[in-house]
């Protein structure tokens, strides 16, 4: 078979179609999933729980799609063409928007509550402006409306919390003055409703104060986002020196490597939804079983056994590749067989089922109402941000370590290869990390939403 030399205006085809790709993913991913969650009634008991089901066989789903692409389309790219195996999932994404088309009728629609970055702006502006001004004793002397856009919107109102208070400054409904109505707590407010940028209401506040909340677990996850990027990197690297022959006639592909993960992440998600979550219910008392937070947490920590574990089976696999390095007549691939990664790969996809599933629903969830589509784009960019900061580290350990004249980690030479150091470096930085972590999830205070009895009255 010719192997011709691509041309440049392949080249920018290629490369095109793939940042199309990223552009498409980007756009649908986070919408399409906080639309699938907005199907559900949060005011409905029995559809609440279904919620927090959702995203446990969202991922399911997800999970059996890369199932099929790591075999059965990886397969046929190997064995009949790239052009077949590329067509298949443009195939199956083309199928896919006249079945979605079809189903708009029945879906619940969210109408629309505004831009969320001119809310976020609002209150910002409003604490500035407001910021010489003292903080009311009362929580009556805070501004609240909730009017029928919000309301069609699904907006609900939220409770004032205690933290950052510098931004409930720009809630404060009027000056503080001595003609105030010592038994309420309530002053006279002005008939003519207030600058939006000059006040806000206490909603508006809290919902900025959610977003500050959110900064700190979204950077403790980044290092969970460089862990999990290894599997489609150094672990598919790994399998491709070690015996990868399944009887005499099939040899497992690399990139079907992702079975192992995938495959775990199907099966214990089932598992998780099934049987822990009704067992934790009972012990815990809790609708989940645990908080958000905490299974985020539990997966950090199995990640962190994920990268032990890889670094063990490295550390075989390079003194295997030292033992035959340069000997005469020594076999293609390594006499270890690939099954050996299968541990690092099912730990990962449990890890996953814990803090990424884990991770949509607490972004999801306590974003504002308002900024579902934005809370789950913050999911997503802790993969993408996280490969990227993987690949900064990397680059960072690579030079360190060939100061003085010695072999890079990553060295193609197997006497100096050391990918084992790379995960136990990753599993030191997850241990940190994690202590990190349980810091901040035990300061966080969780979204506080009215009843809705409590919010129908707190209008004017």
């Given at each position: 078979m010719s192997m011709n030399k691509p041309t440049s205006t392949q080249h920018t085809v290629f490369f095109v179609a793939l940042y199309l790709i990223s552009v498409g993913t980007g756009g649908h991913k986070p919408s399409l999933q906080s639309f699938g969650a907005d199907q559900f009634?949060?005011?409905?008991?029995?559809?609440?729980?279904?919620?927090?089901?959702?995203?446990?066989?969202?991922?399911?789903?997800?999970?059996?799609?890369?199932?099929?692409?790591?075999?059965?389309?990886?397969?046929i790219q190997a064995n009949v063409n790239w052009g077949v195996?590329?067509?298949?999932?443009?195939?199956?994404?083309?199928?896919?928007?006249?079945?979605?088309?079809?189903?708009?009728?029945?879906?619940?629609?969210?109408?629309?509550?505004?831009?969320?970055?001119?809310?976020?702006?609002?209150?910002?502006?409003a604490a500035f402006l407001n910021r010489n001004k003292r903080l009311p004793s009362h929580t009556g002397m805070f501004h609240e409306n909730w009017d029928v856009e919000d309301r069609k919107a699904g907006q609900r109102l939220l409770s004032r919390t205690d933290n950052f208070k510098w931004l409930d400054k720009a809630a404060i409904a009027v000056e503080a003055d001595d003609n105030a109505d010592d038994t309420t707590g309530r002053r006279s407010i002005r008939s003519q409703e207030p600058s939006p940028w000059r006040v806000c209401t206490v909603t508006q506040v809290?919902?900025?104060?959610?977003?500050?909340?959110?900064?700190?677990?979204?950077?403790?996850?980044?290092?969970?986002?460089?862990?999990?990027?290894?599997?489609?990197?150094?672990?598919?690297?790994?399998?491709?020196?070690?015996?990868?022959?399944?009887?005499?006639?099939?040899?497992?592909?690399?990139?079907?490597?992702?079975?192992?993960?995938?495959?775990?992440?199907?099966?214990?998600?089932?598992?998780y939804d099934r049987f822990l979550v009704p067992v934790a219910k009972k012990i815990t008392g809790h609708e989940r079983g645990i908080t958000l937070l905490q299974r985020i947490g539990i997966g950090m920590f199995v990640s962190i056994l994920c990268m032990v574990s890889a670094a063990l089976v490295e550390t075989r696999r390079v003194d295997m590749a030292k033992k035959y390095h340069g000997v005469k007549g020594a076999p293609v691939r390594l006499p270890i067989s690939v099954f050996w990664l299968a541990?690092?790969?099912?730990?990962?996809?449990?890890?996953?089922?814990?803090?990424?599933?884990?991770?949509?629903?607490?972004?999801?969830?306590?974003?504002?109402?308002?900024?579902?589509s934005l809370g789950?784009?913050?999911?997503?960019?802790?993969?993408?941000?996280?490969?990227?900061?993987?690949?900064?580290?990397?680059?960072?350990v690579e030079k360190v370590t060939v100061i003085g004249g010695h072999e890079s980690w990553f060295t193609t030479n197997p006497k100096g290869l050391h990918w084992d150091y790379f995960y136990w470096l990753l599993a030191v930085l997850g241990t940190l990390n994690l202590c990190a972590y349980v810091c901040a999830a035990r300061r966080y205070t969780y979204k506080n939403v009215k009843p809705v009895e409590e919010s129908v009255t707190a209008k004017g």
């Open positions: 009634d949060e005011d409905d008991k029995t559809e609440k729980v279904k919620k927090a089901s959702f995203f446990n066989w969202w991922y399911c789903g997800l999970c059996g799609g890369v199932l099929l692409a790591v075999t059965v389309v990886v397969y195996g590329f067509g298949i999932p443009t195939a199956a994404m083309a199928l896919s928007i006249p079945v979605f088309v079809y189903g708009t009728p029945f879906y619940r629609h969210v109408v629309p509550g505004g831009s969320p970055i001119t809310r976020v702006a609002r209150v910002l502006v809290e919902e900025t104060k959610l977003l500050v909340r959110m900064v700190p677990i979204w950077l403790c996850c980044l290092i969970f986002g460089m862990c999990i990027s290894q599997q489609t990197t150094f672990f598919v690297k790994q399998g491709v020196t070690m015996d990868r022959r399944m009887g005499p006639h099939f040899e497992i592909p690399p990139a079907s490597l992702l079975t192992f993960s995938a495959g775990a992440m199907i099966i214990f998600v089932a598992i541990p690092q790969f099912v730990l990962l996809g449990i890890a996953d089922v814990f803090t990424l599933v884990g991770l949509q629903e607490y972004f999801y969830d306590q974003g504002p109402d308002g900024m579902r789950i784009a913050f999911y997503l960019s802790v993969v993408g941000v996280g490969s990227f900061l993987s690949t900064l580290l990397i680059t960072i």
